[in-house]
């Protein structure tokens, strides 16, 4: 990323609060997407709410970004509530949708352009914001190309540039990662910090990638089926498993069968088992004899034990340790919204 | 300031469409090719004198056995009929030996029609009785069937009149051809219209058909421009500025209507260079009412458009009711052919009003004084629909 720096409309003075969410509702007919959800994220903050999709995360975002009306309790963001003052808090916030937020014929600077000037930003100051967004993302030789011939890491860094036009003091970010390769997750994930650090913008990140998690937030807020099961740092949520009695045990058994994951889970101080390919079991068991009891019971199943390692918990064995399912059991279910392209419109590419 | 903000705003949201619509090269070649169908489909299937036929192929039979001594009457008969043919070149005569030969050849589709003098055409005639002659026409097809009969009729109206007329003045030969044809046909009627010129269907249709496709391109370009930004995401990203949701509104409608309108002067000049069409009326009425017809509809699209979940629905409700409003809104038929009950419901769309007023500005160039009802009607549908559709669509925005 390049070296130019953001300068943030108001200068964050102190750590105070920024956003907080009361009792949080929201229901689409009968399907409770959240359900009570209270926090506060304070100034300058990176805050990652973790789950599954359809854990009820992009909703939150949406809620606070005024894109949706919450069906209870409330929300506000720097003071301002975001059903009564919708300008003021539209005014104060940017969002990174999942969905790109561009239009294919547009260039990129015509979608900035465009963007930008829906803020009454004066023409001189969003000419030259846009182009030192352009510049920070390394899209300057592009900016008279159309978007519809962009790449997806393009397109997501276009995305993000978007939202950072008026200079928000609050930043979300909906799987700022999701689809996209490893590479230039690593580029989003690096400029969201030095986002953080260089302008003070308060971040929230939707994810369900731990790595997400892990490197970019301060706090985490685990969510699953729209509720907060757990809000604290990555270091602490991961002490709910180790500064216990838990340890978290890697065991590579070549001859795996399922009825010896099922009597390992079967066992009294298993918390729980996870199964990581086809050779390896991730164990979270408690007490002194953990080892010889899961010894035992591979055995007695027929299973030759390889390795077995003490290894650190991840956040996933925090998740997994907290709901009791893997992030990744429900993160299929969502079917993303094919965009409609209609008559001859198959091609990707615009010519 | 507000009101400024407002419409800057929907410039830049209607600038933005415009400059798409300007990029997808193959949509602005249909959006341009629609209207030259259109009207060249309507212009062609009603040609300017609807009340002429062009060679009709239509056969004569002849079953007359008349009397030896004299010249068949019917043979007379059949060339008059020949003559007055070879003059307007209606039809193309052909001549069969029987009945049945013209039945076949009718539904074969050679002929589309045919004549029959009966055997006792002359010798009734001659005996002072009425001559009969038959019409047979293919009845599966109503337009040229009756196309026909009205024109054969005319012909042997003609005819008869003409043969009156003689008979009279064989009976009294000092009374001379007028007072003749007075005795026969005491009275003549003669049509004029209110404009110089005949008037013709295509006249009557070509300014529904302005006012229909100008609405029918918002109603159908609305939920394309509002549904599609939805499921694509780039509705999120207006809808996060602290804008006026009324300028989204506008901003679409204001490109929709860009687009209605250049669909509107396409039709306009196709139906003056290519169809005869005058437009007797102010152009910048025409234009004027044209704007205002979008107007009236564009709070009704955005409100479909908002209660449907996703593009596809969207554009099948607007068919619905596109079609039927189509048919019903006097743009094909005139309204008062309707039995009351339709007339009722026509005078519930706003098309009806649009191409009321249309009509009248370019067949019988009418002013705004002559069009102050359907004005305010279309105003007042406009507002009341608008009014509605601001709320409406931000609720559906912000689900």
């Known amino acids: 990323m390049s070296k130019t720096t953001l300068v943030a409309p108001v200068t964050v003075q102190g750590r105070g609060e920024m956003i907080r969410v009361e009792h949080l509702k929201k229901k689409f007919g009968d399907f409770e997407a959240v359900g009570d959800i209270s926090f506060v994220v304070n100034k300058a903050e990176v805050f990652g709410l973790l789950g599954p999709n359809g854990a009820g995360k992009s909703t939150i975002l949406r809620i606070l970004s005024t894109l949706a009306r919450p069906t209870d309790g409330t929300a506000s963001i720097g003071g301002y509530d975001v059903v009564k003052q919708d300008n003021e808090v539209r005014r104060l916030v940017g969002i990174v949708s999942e969905k790109m937020i561009m239009y294919d014929r547009l260039t990129a600077k015509e979608n900035l352009w465009f963007f930008g000037s829906l803020f009454d930003i004066p023409a001189d100051t969003l000419n030259q914001r846009i182009d030192e967004l352009l510049e920070l993302v390394q899209l300057t030789k592009w900016k008279n190309s159309l978007v519809g011939t962009f790449s997806t890491g393009m397109r997501q860094r276009m995305n993000v540039v978007r939202a950072l036009l008026n200079m928000p003091q609050v930043l979300f970010l909906d799987e700022p990662t999701l689809g996209l390769d490893p590479q230039s997750s690593v580029e989003i994930r690096e400029f969201v910090k030095k986002l953080n650090r260089d302008t003070g913008t308060t971040i929230i990140v939707t994810t369900h990638t731990m790595v997400d998690a892990d490197m970019l937030c301060d706090r985490i807020g685990i969510i699953d089926h729209g509720k907060v099961v757990a809000l604290d740092t990555s270091s602490n949520l991961k002490r709910l498993i180790s500064g216990t009695n838990n340890m978290v045990l890697k065991v590579d058994v070549p001859n795996l069968s399922p009825a010896l994951v099922e009597g390992v889970r079967a066992l009294g101080n298993v918390k729980s088992v996870s199964q990581e390919d086809s050779t390896h079991l991730k164990i979270i068991a408690s007490g002194d004899d953990a080892f010889d009891s899961i010894i035992d019971a591979v055995r007695k199943y027929g299973g030759k034990i390889a390795s077995m390692e003490n290894v650190q918990p991840t956040l996933e064995d925090v998740f997994l340790h907290l709901t009791g399912h893997e992030v990744r059991d429900s993160a299929d279910q969502k079917i993303p919204l094919e965009r409609h392209r209609g008559f001859m419109g198959g091609a990707r590419r615009i010519r | ?399």
Not at chain 2, 20 to 25: D, G, P, Q, S, W
Not at chain 2, 248 to 274: D, E, F, H, N, S
Not at chain 2, 323 to 348: K, N, T
């Open chain 2, 1 to 399: 300031m507000a009101n400024r903000d407002l419409l800057s705003h929907s410039f830049r949201i209607a600038w933005k469409d415009v400059v798409e619509l300007y990029r997808n090269k193959f949509g602005l070649v249909l959006l341009i090719v629609m209207p030259i169908f259109m009207m060249g489909m309507v212009g062609f299937i009603y040609p300017s004198n609807t009340n002429s036929g062009n060679n009709l192929p239509v056969g004569v039979v002849n079953l007359d056995g008349g009397n030896s001594n004299s010249t068949l009457a019917s043979q007379a008969f059949i060339s008059v009929l020949q003559q007055i043919n070879t003059k307007t070149s209606m039809f193309k005569l052909t001549t069969l030996s029987s009945e049945s030969a013209l039945k076949d050849s009718i539904q074969r589709g050679d002929l589309e029609g045919g004549i029959i003098i009966p055997s006792n055409f002359s010798a009734s005639l001659l005996s002072g009785k009425q001559g009969t002659v038959t019409i047979m026409t293919d009845t599966s097809n109503p337009q040229v069937s009756a196309t026909i009969q009205t024109l054969l009729s005319a012909v042997f109206n003609e005819m008869s009149t003409g043969m009156a007329q003689q008979k009279v003045m064989a009976l009294d030969p000092t009374i001379g051809s007028n007072g003749a044809i007075a005795i026969v046909q005491p009275l003549k009627v003669v049509t004029q219209g209110i404009v110089p010129g005949s008037s013709n269907y295509f006249e009557f249709v070509a300014p529904g058909i302005m006012a229909m496709t100008v609405m029918m391109s918002v109603m159908t370009g609305l939920p394309g421009a509002i549904s599609q930004e939805k499921e694509v995401g780039t509705m999120d990203g207006m809808m996060v500025a602290p804008i006026s949701r009324l300028s989204i509104i506008l901003g679409k409608t204001l490109a929709q209507t860009a687009r209605g309108l250049l669909q509107g002067v396409i039709l306009m000049i196709l139906a003056v260079t290519l169809f005869g069409v005058t437009i007797q009326g102010n152009i910048l009425l025409v234009f004027g009412l044209m704007l205002l017809g979008v107007f009236s509809f564009v709070g009704l699209g955005i409100v479909l458009t908002s209660i449907t979940s996703d593009q596809q629905t969207a554009t099948m409700l607007m068919t619905t009711i596109m079609f039927p409003m189509m048919f019903l809104s006097g743009v094909f038929f005139p309204i008062q052919q309707m039995p009351w009950y339709m007339q009722d419901v026509s005078r519930m769309l706003p098309l009806s009003y649009a191409t009321d007023a249309l009509r009248k500005v370019v067949v019988l160039g009418a002013g705004i004084p002559d069009i102050a009802t359907d004005l305010t009607i279309l105003i007042s549908f406009g507002i009341v629909m608008t009014a509605i559709a601001v709320p409406v669509f931000r609720r559906a925005m912000t689900r």
